[in-house]
């Protein structure tokens, strides 16, 4: 699997992003998972936002919650992530992610199987 994340940029303080991911090298079903994280300077990779491949579920982390949403176009096979109001705390690196075994748990980085090179976002205030 080769996931090819793009979207990224230099934005100020209450603007959006749109951020896209292509999935590639297999034929995904339904129990795959999508998922998005971010890793900040000096910090942990923590979870931002997934979604199962067929759309039937979605779940998000603390800090994507009201601002961020995710969408899959499975004709495309491509993931999104839509954020809105950015703060100067999401500054970044966001990886997106595919999980082969939805039932397992998706906050956690150990779940996933598959991880895409990153692309930087940088909130300014």
């Known amino acids: 699997v080769q996931l090819q994340a793009s979207g990224g940029g230099l934005v100020q303080a209450g603007e959006s992003l749109r951020l896209s991911c292509i999935a590639s090298?297999?034929?995904?079903?339904?129990?795959?998972?999508m998922g998005w994280f971010r890793q900040a300077p000096g910090k942990e990779r923590t979870f931002v936002a997934a979604m199962m491949w067929s759309g039937d579920y979605t779940q998000y982390g603390d800090s994507a919650m009201g601002r961020f949403t995710i969408s899959i176009d499975n004709a495309k096979n491509t993931v999104y992530l839509q954020m809105n109001s950015l703060k100067p705390e999401d500054t970044a690196i966001y990886y997106c992610a595919v999980n082969s075994y939805s039932d397992s748990e998706w906050a956690a980085t150990t779940s996933w199987d598959y991880w895409g090179q990153g692309t930087l976002v940088t909130v300014s205030s």
């Open positions: 090298g297999r034929t995904f079903t339904s129990h795959y998972v």
